[in-house]
């Protein structure tokens, strides 16, 4: 089994940073790709960035391209999501999400393990 625990959400004002830090403990292969989802007010829970942990490789949604970078660092089993230029419509939910597969995806039933969320909430 892998456990996921997101840390680093609060509340900012619009135009900060933030680091969103996930922790992967238990059955986590190094290999394996992480991902970055969100889910804000009343919406459906949405793709924001992934990584393969083992190339590097990253893939974005549109809406973060060149604010958020996605990152890990494996000797610690954790992923970091930084966030630049935030928005107020980047208020939501973010979740922590792993797959057994190296692959990166964007697609959420492809992730087999989520972490509990952390709130980010951006004010105008």
């Known amino acids: 089994q892998v456990q996921l625990v997101e840390s680093g959400g609060g509340l900012v004002q619009a135009g900060v940073s933030l680091r969103l830090s996930c922790a992967a403990s238990?059955?986590?292969?190094?290999?394996?790709?992480m991902g970055w989802f969100r889910q804000a007010p009343g919406k459906e829970r949405e793709f924001v960035a992934t990584?393969?942990?083992?190339?590097?490789?990253?893939y974005y949604a549109n809406s973060v391209k060149g604010r958020f970078t996605i990152s890990r660092d494996n000797a610690k089993n954790t992923v970091y999501l930084q966030m630049n230029s935030l928005k107020p419509e980047d208020t939501a939910v973010y979740y922590c999400?792993?797959?057994?597969?190296?692959?990166?995806?964007?697609?959420?039933?492809?992730?087999?393990?989520w972490g509990q969320g952390t709130q980010v909430t951006v004010s105008s």
């Open positions: 990584i393969n942990r083992s190339s590097g490789s990253t």
């Open positions: 999400a792993a797959r057994r597969s190296i692959y990166f995806s964007g697609t959420e039933n492809d992730y087999e393990y």
């Open positions: 238990g059955r986590t292969g190094s290999n394996s790709a």
